[in-house]
């Protein structure tokens, strides 16, 4: 699928399921942190190859890099602030403060912002530390911290495999 998307000139998105409500309550839906890379890798492969497109395998997302927090957040249908879909902490309501209030104020928002310096675990030493956090929406429905490290990166999970 990922080549035939490619040949038609569409731009392929692939993002790994993030671990909360129904994926949470059926964990054949989860795909092993190992397996994951494997793909990554064979994705990475087929495009450095076939289409000249360079890139490192990293998860959340296939060629690209999950840092959301820097640029965007979620506004529910209710208006409910959140970080993102993974991270389902209100922040607050744009029914009562505005958007640019909210998120100047937020300490979520501002700790994921200033990941560098907040981040834990893992995450905070990877070499890739620069330039990714981790899922932080797999982090927190998986350990009830933003700021743990993604259990779900194949690299925090080196030593486990």
């Known amino acids: 699928m990922w080549q035939w998307l490619r040949e038609e000139k569409i731009e392929p998105y692939f993002e790994v399921i993030t671990p ?57 249908a209710t208006g409910e602030v959140m970080p993102c879909v993974g991270v389902t902490i209100a922040l607050d309501n744009i029914r009562d403060n505005k958007l640019g209030h909210i998120l100047k104020h937020s300490e979520v928002v501002n700790n994921l912002k200033n990941y560098r310096n907040t981040i834990k675990g893992i995450c905070r030493t990877c070499e890739k530390a620069e330039e990714c956090y981790g899922c932080r929406g797999a982090a927190y429905q998986m350990t009830g911290d933003y700021l743990a490290s993604d259990p779900t990166c194949w690299r925090n999970n080196a030593g486990k495999e």
């Open 20 to 76: 909360q409500a129904n994926a949470l309550e059926n964990i054949w839906l989860g795909v092993d942190s190992s397996a994951l890379k494997e793909l990554f890798v064979r994705l990475s492969a087929m495009d450095r190859e076939l289409f000249g497109r360079d890139w490192e395998p990293q998860p959340p997302l296939v060629g690209n890099k999950c840092m959301r927090h820097q640029v965007s957040c979620v506004v529910t």
